[in-house]
T-cell receptor, first 113, second 111 residues
Framework: EAQVTQNPRYLITVTGKKLTVTCSQN?????MSWYRQDPGLGLRQIYY???????DKGDVPEGYKVSRKEKRNFPLILESPSPNQTSLYFCASSGAGPYNEQFFGPGTRLTVL | KQEVTQIPAALSVPEGENLVLNCSFT??????LQWFRQDPGKGLTSLLLIQSSQREQTSGRLNASLDKSSGRSTLYIAASQPGDSATYLCAVGSNFNKFYFGSGTKLNVKP
């Protein structure tokens, strides 16, 4: 089954404790992206990647890191999480080009205390 | 920076009614536009994708149109059903591979 998977689905952590949210897709997609969704603000793009070793900032990259060492994986790293990073996070992937729709993972609900 | 607005924020209709959801964007230099539905506690499900060179796309009871010059897209849902109740999001792809989402329209279809 074609899908985007994220782990963990739920995470409660404390300020300053490094964490990684994994994202994997099995569709051989070139493009992958991370978003956060907050009430009243909608989804905002954090980082995206056009292919292996090619990443770029979205609209809200501060406090986040990403890497793309393999085509299928695109982990999101929070080196020193803060409470304002409490949010619902989504990973998405698509083929390259404007005719390719984005497919989304199920989301990771992160709470930073 | 691209700004995407969806109106109305919420909509309640009786079952069987045809309805239109609106999405407007400020920069007409777009890559594509995609409509999604989001159910509570779930991820996003893609409904329709319109490339910048297209005017509309159809899938079943759904029809999405795009007017780049006026910065507008509409999602038309025919013969609405209670199962259509969800939040509908539009996402605009820019020419620099970034995507911008509206805040969504929460639709409630009453039996």
């Amino acid at each position: 089954e074609a899908q985007v998977t994220q782990n963990p689905r739920y995470l409660i952590t404390v300020t300053g404790k490094k964490l990684t949210v994994t994202c994997s897709q099995n569709m051989n997609h070139e493009y992958m992206s991370w978003y956060r969704q907050d009430p009243g603000l909608g989804l905002r793009q954090i980082y995206y990647s056009m292919n292996v070793e090619v990443t770029d900032k979205g609209d809200v990259p501060e406090g986040y890191k990403v890497s793309r060492k393999e085509k299928r994986n695109f982990p999101l790293i929070l080196e020193s999480p803060s409470p304002n990073q409490t949010s619902l996070y989504f990973c998405a992937s698509s083929g390259a080009g404007p005719y390719n729709e984005q497919f989304f993972g199920p989301g990771t609900r992160l709470t930073v205390l | 920076k691209q700004e995407v607005t969806q109106i109305p924020a919420a909509l309640s209709v009786p079952e069987g009614e045809n309805l239109v959801l609106n999405c407007s964007f400020t920069d007409s230099a777009i890559y594509n536009l995609q409509w999604f539905r989001q159910d509570p506690g779930k991820g996003l499900t893609s409904l329709l994708l319109i490339q910048s060179s297209q005017r509309e796309q159809t899938s079943g009871r759904l029809n999405a149109s795009l007017d780049k010059s006026s910065g507008r897209s509409t999602l038309y849902i025919a013969a609405s059903q209670p199962g259509d109740s969800a939040t509908y999001l539009c996402a605009v792809g820019s020419n620099f591979n970034k995507f911008y989402f509206g805040s969504g329209t929460k639709l409630n279809v009453k039996p």
